[in-house]
């Protein structure tokens, strides 16, 4: 079992900035690819970002590529979402994942967070 507690959403002005963290307790973080997701009312789950088990390999959406970096630190067991020139369109709620490899589809994940909102005015 890993269990995942996300945090760091907020309110912020559309082009600002956030970083989201994922606390993982449990069975050894490096055995896992995490992921982030989000989901905003009335839409599916959408793939926002992933990162190997090594930290070596990362992918986004395109819709998020080169505005947000995931990250690992093995030592606090955290995985972290840095969101820069966020939109209105970034609203959503924002969840971490953990699973098998960094995969962008959410079936491929064991393991996931509570989520943290985060809402950006225009």
């Known amino acids: 079992q890993v269990h995942l507690v996300d945090s760091g959403g907020g309110l912020v002005q559309a082009g600002g900035s956030l970083r989201l963290s994922c606390a993982a307790s449990g069975r050894t973080f490096s055995s896992f690819a995490m992921a982030w997701f989000r989901q905003a009312p009335g839409k599916e789950r959408e793939f926002v970002a992933a990162?190997?088990?090594?930290?070596?390999?990362?992918r986004y959406a395109d819709s998020v590529k080169g505005r947000f970096t995931i990250s690992r630190e093995y030592a606090k067991n955290t995985v972290y979402l840095e969101m820069n020139r966020l939109k209105p369109e970034d609203t959503a709620s924002y969840h971490c994942?953990?699973?098998?490899?960094?995969?962008?589809?959410?079936?491929?994940?064991?393991?996931w967070g509570q989520g943290t909102q985060v809402t950006v005015s225009s």
């Open positions: 990162i190997s088990m090594s930290g070596a390999g990362t």
């Open positions: 994942a953990a699973g098998r490899a960094a995969w962008s589809t959410p079936s491929q994940y064991d393991y």
